[in-house]
């Protein structure tokens, strides 16, 4: 049996287990099974909260998605992790670093219900001239590293657009295989997105992706709100760090049977 949490962070939802008073193995098998919305429990990641890896870091986290593939970073996934651990008493309501396969992840307690979290301040890269070719040449489209990948598509009307039919195109591609994929448009002062998640699909958020979008459209000490589905994230630059402020809540608990 298998003790968990079920969270969102801004509507990405989670099933968090900790290994820090116990330890739970998984295997890809079971990892994808739970996530399926009809015959297990669903999720948009799972999340593993270990010991730390680094004497500097004070835990380890791990996500995986609904195809039982690990992803690299989960921004919204880090601020849960930061709910958990605070409610469940595992660790004192203050900042904590947290260890991560790709970057380490700063996160902080609010007088709400959101978390804090401070990042590297994301870091554009090339897209090969070859890959370039699978987009329109009247897209506006930049490649971004924030703890993940991002292929970040500027476009209006984005409800309209076939994101899905893109993404599997696209992902056809070694280049994009493992990339999440967005489109954004601007909407007054905020930023309106949807994402893909490689390995996951379409999701209600994506706070690396939020944080992608921010690091292209962001001035050095302001800030901007990505709108998605899910809600709402505050994004702001802090120069070589990126602070992204954003909820973090409890859905529900349970066990799962595992087999």
Not at 71 to 88: D, K, P
Not at 147 to 173: A, M, P, T, V
Not at 196 to 212: F, K, M, Q, V, Y
Request: aromatic fraction near 6%; include cysteine.
């Amino acid at each position: 049996m298998i003790k968990f949490k079920k969270m969102h962070g801004n509507g990405n939802d989670f099933i968090v287990i900790e290994n820090l008073t116990k330890t739970t193995s998984l295997t890809k098998a079971q990892i994808k099974q739970i996530g399926d919305r009809k015959k297990g429990i669903g999720f948009d990641q799972l999340i593993t909260i270990n010991p730390p890896k680094k004497t500097n870091h004070d835990l380890y986290i791990r996500f995986f998605n609904t195809d039982g593939s690990e992803a690299t970073m989960c921004l919204n996934g880090v601020r849960s992790v930061g709910a958990f651990v605070w409610a469940e008493k595992l660790f004192p309501k203050k900042p904590m670093l947290l260890g991560t396969k790709s970057k380490e992840v700063l996160i902080q307690p609010t007088a709400s219900k959101n978390v804090q979290a401070i990042i590297d301040f994301p870091s554009e890269e090339k897209i090969p001239h070859i890959d370039m070719k699978l987009l329109a040449k009247e897209l506006n489209v930049a490649f971004v590293n924030a703890g993940n990948h991002h292929l970040l598509i500027e476009f209006k009307k984005i409800d309209s657009y076939d994101l899905s039919s893109l993404c599997n195109k696209l992902r056809k591609r070694n280049f994009f295989k493992n990339s999440n994929i967005s489109l954004w448009e601007r909407s007054g002062n905020s930023i309106l997105s949807r994402t893909n998640e490689a390995g996951a699909g379409e999701t209600l958020s994506c706070g690396s992706a939020a944080a992608a979008i921010a690091s292209i459209v962001l001035k050095k000490g302001k800030g901007v709100t990505v709108i998605s589905k899910g809600g709402k994230i505050s994004l702001k630059s802090l120069g070589n760090k990126m602070e992204m402020t954003g909820p973090a809540e409890f859905i529900c608990e349970g066990v799962w049977e595992k087999n």
